[in-house]
């Protein structure tokens, strides 16, 4: 069935990197792009960035722009957000989603965790 | 910006109860409606404003264009009770801040 399954929990430092991944399943990943949303504990949803599954081209929301960097590999139907220079603001729940005329599909969830 | 309301809404099973979201800006229709239960991934109910997506219970529905969007649930069920999040996708995809609908 169609799906998007996500890489596991993480731990990190402040000041370090992450980098997450979104597998997807039962569909043409090229056809379709692929957000990046996150939501803080007991927070709202925040939308980070997409990328064009065929072409690569990528857009950011202003927040993120110049530390969050979001690629893809077709070959593995796989998509990354990789996010640089982690506080503990950044603690969250990091989800990938389908887009097909909304967010159709989404991955289960990575939990980012940055604490000394 | 979408800005939504109210943040929360106490109903019980069987009313009918409205979110509503503004934009800043006339979006058209581009406007989601996404239901999100604790600890899961939030579930799309509506897109393009009013197009109800397959699988979706008829008590939900999308209205309005431009800057004005509501989702309206006819008769409330005991699967309901969640959070409720609008999002346009205009320049980029802006969530509201999120409704939590609990029971009275």
């Known amino acids: 069935q169609v799906q998007l399954v996500q890489s596991g929990p993480e731990v990190k430092k402040p000041g370090a990197s992450v980098k997450v991944s979104c597998k997807a399943s039962?569909?043409?990943?090229?056809?379709?792009?692929i957000h990046w949303v996150r939501q803080a504990p007991g927070q709202s949803l925040e939308w980070m960035g997409w990328i064009n599954g065929g072409n690569g081209a990528t857009r950011y929301s202003q927040k993120f722009q110049g530390r969050v960097t979001i690629t893809r590999d077709t070959s593995a139907s796989t998509a990354f957000l990789e996010m640089n220079s982690l506080t503990s603001e950044d603690t969250a729940m990091y989800f990938c989603?389908?887009?097909?005329?909304?967010?159709?599909?989404w991955g289960q969830g990575t939990l980012v965790t940055v604490s000394s | 910006r979408m800005t939504q309301s109210p943040s929360s809404l106490a109903a019980s099973i069987g009313d009918r109860v409205s979110v509503t979201c503004r934009a800043s800006e006339d979006i058209g229709n581009r406007v989601s409606w996404y239901q999100q239960k604790p600890g899961k991934a939030p579930k799309l109910l509506i897109s393009g404003a009013s197009s109800l997506l397959s699988g979706v219970p008829s008590r939900f529905s999308g209205s309005g264009s431009g800057t004005e969007f509501t989702l309206t649930i006819g008769s409330l069920q005991p699967d309901d009770f969640a959070t409720y999040y609008c999002q346009h996708s205009f320049t980029s995809w802006t969530f509201g801040q999120g409704t939590r609908l609990e029971i009275k």
């Open positions: 039962g569909y043409a990943f090229s056809n379709f792009p």
């Open positions: 989603a389908r887009q097909m005329r909304g967010l159709d599909i």
